[in-house]
């Protein structure tokens, strides 16, 4: 059960240093709003996570498919909704972290990380009952 979760924790953790890199490299290299380089931020955290998650946190022997990833996609849209009012919020309400950004995803991704485990493990990598 330990490296279930700790697997959890090493998507989770990849999907985040995508999602900075991808938010820095658009509003700091390429000069985009902070609010849509989180989208797109978001949208490669996701795929990212989904690929890592079904190949060992739940370790699925399902093949690949869209549908799989488009109910994946769909189950994280929640807590992608949840991750980004957070980060609005805080850049919204602190000039420090708007330019700052990076820095709010630490707690909005805290806080969505415990809506996407649930909804993967209850929604979309559910194990068949033998």
């Known amino acids: 059960m330990l490296k279930h979760y700790l697997s959890f924790l090493i998507a989770g953790g990849s999907a985040f240093a995508l999602n900075i890199l991808v938010l820095f490299i658009l509003n700091t290299g390429l000069g985009f709003s902070p609010y849509i380089g989180q989208v797109i931020g978001l949208w490669s955290s996701i795929t990212l996570s989904w690929w890592i998650n079904r190949t060992w946190t739940f370790?699925?022997?399902?093949?690949?498919?869209?549908?799989?990833?488009?109910?994946?996609?769909?189950?994280?849209?929640?807590?992608?909704?949840?991750?980004?009012?957070?980060?609005?919020?805080?850049?919204?309400?602190?000039?420090?972290?708007?330019?700052?950004?990076?820095?709010?995803?630490?707690?909005?991704?805290?806080?969505?990380?415990?809506?996407?485990?649930?909804?993967?493990?209850?929604?979309?990598?559910?194990?068949?009952?033998?």
């Open 59 to 130: 370790q699925t022997d399902k093949k690949i498919s869209i549908k799989e990833y488009g109910t994946y996609t769909v189950s994280m849209l929640f807590s992608s909704v949840i991750n980004f009012g957070v980060y609005a919020l805080l850049i919204y309400v602190s000039p420090f972290l708007y330019d700052n950004p990076v820095i709010a995803l630490v707690p909005a991704t805290a806080i969505s990380m415990f809506v996407s485990y649930f909804s993967m493990k209850f929604f979309v990598f559910i194990r068949e009952k033998d």
